[in-house]
């Protein structure tokens, strides 16, 4: 079984950075897509940034630019690189990882921005 720990949350005024973690357990992280979601209070969870295997990565609109989603196979570990943070990027973050149809999810790391 798959599990992925997220870490690096927390409170941060506008303009700020934060950077997130998620460590997989297990061998497959090297093979799976790694992304990081959000879900804002009464607003569905959305993909913010993915990064393949191969190291290709996508990213919401409203992120390029200021988000970088990193992986480090060698610590089975995916970074998500937060600057220049607003208001409206406040939400409960949470890793993912696919691999053969299936989804993992980590328990969620609470990130507020401050106006």
């Known amino acids: 079984q798959v599990q992925l720990v997220e870490s690096g949350g927390g409170l941060v005024q506008a303009g700020g950075s934060l950077r997130l973690s998620c460590a997989a357990s297990?061998?497959?992280?090297?093979?799976?897509?790694m992304g990081w979601y959000r879900q804002a209070p009464g607003q569905q969870r959305e993909l913010v940034a993915a990064t393949t295997s191969g190291g290709r990565t996508n990213y919401a609109d409203s992120v390029k630019g200021r988000f970088t989603i990193s992986r480090e196979n060698a610590k089975n570990t995916v970074y998500l690189q937060m600057n220049s943070l607003k208001p409206e990027d406040t939400a409960v973050y949470y890793c993912?990882?696919?691999?053969?149809?299936?989804?993992?999810w980590g328990q969620g790391t609470q990130v507020t921005v401050s106006s």
């Open positions: 297990g061998s497959i992280f090297r093979i799976s897509t």
């Open positions: 993912n990882l696919q691999l053969w149809g299936n989804d993992y």
